[in-house]
Structures are given as structure tokens and as C-alpha cells.
């Protein structure tokens, strides 16, 4: 259900670009996306909890749907995504911020435009990430944990 949601919003949102008058490429920003991508690996790297973080999305993406996970460690994988879902708005922040100060450093008229893009560019996929990524993973954990503890 929430897969279904977050593709809904993806199609609306392409929409209102395209008619808004601008292309899809206007929402793709690859510096900003990797930025993103590499702040969130070493979050997982240094946390120490990798394990989990491959735990998490094997059991997600497991072919078999009667796979066995135990109540403990559906509610560790249910933590880290939770929390990796709060870091990741976090990190959008700081690189948007790091985008305006670039702005703010350099106040030349042909930077600014470009510049601002990034930095809203980058807090769109924090916010993507967060919502369409790691909070569903998150629920999906979490009810795991909630029947299992229940029955």
C-alpha cells in the first residue's frame, strides 16, 4: 500500500513539474543526490550497525513472504530505519544550508539561480528518502514486530 502511495506521488509530482512549464530533468540533480546518498553510507558506517541496515533490506526484499523474523530483531531493523529516516532530514538540512552559503559567498547574479536549485534539489530528496524510503521500511518492520509480539 505505501509503494502504491509513494509512486502516486512521484507521478503528481512529475505532473505539476511538466505543467508548471518546466521537464522532468529539473527534479534530477546528481550532485545534490549523491551527496545525499554517500552522508547517509557513512551515517550507516559509522553507526556500526551495517548488519542491520543488509538485514533490514534482505528480509524486506526476500522472495519467500513467510520469512522468519524473530520480534527482536524486527524491532532492531524497525529502530534504525526510524532512525536513519530522522538523519536523512537532518543531512538535507545541512547541505542545504551548505548550498546557501555557497549562494551567500558568491552573490553573482548567474550563480544564484543554480545554486538555490541544489540546495532545494537537496532538501527534496532528504525529505524523498525519508518519507518514500526509510519510513516505510520502518512501518513495515514495526508491524512485524507489533503481530509477532501480539501473538
Not at 505505501?2 to 540533480?29: E, H, P, Q, R, Y
Not at 547517509?40 to 553507526?47: A, D
Not at 536513519?84 to 532530514?89: D, K, N, R, T, Y
Request: a positive charge; aromatic letters at 14%; charged letters at 10%.
Amino acid at each position: 500500500m505505501l509503494l502504491l502511495i509513494d509512486l502516486t506521488f512521484i507521478v503528481i509530482t512529475l505532473f505539476v513539474v511538466i505543467i508548471g512549464g518546466g521537464t522532468a530533468s529539473l527534479c534530477i540533480d546528481c550532485p545534490g543526490f549523491f551527496a545525499m546518498i554517500l552522508s547517509l553510507l557513512l551515517f550507516v558506517i559509522g553507526s556500526g550497525k551495517w548488519s542491520v541496515f543488509w538485514r533490514g533490506l534482505k528480509y524486506l526484499f526476500a522472495f519467500r513472504r513467510n520469512s522468519t523474523t524473530d520480534v527482536r530483531q524486527a524491532l532492531e531493523i524497525f529502530r534504525f530505519f526510524r532512525t536513519l529516516s530522522i538523519v536523512s532530514v537532518l543531512f538535507g538540512g545541512f547541505w542545504s544550508i551548505s548550498g546557501l552559503l555557497v549562494i551567500l559567498s558568491n552573490l553573482n547574479p548567474q550563480i544564484i539561480g543554480s545554486a538555490l536549485a541544489v540546495a532545494i534539489l537537496t532538501t527534496f530528496y532528504s525529505l524523498a528518502l525519508s518519507l518514500m524510503v526509510f519510513l516505510p521500511i520502518s512501518v513495515h518492520f514495526g508491524s512485524i514486530s507489533r503481530k509477532n509480539y501480539n501473538d
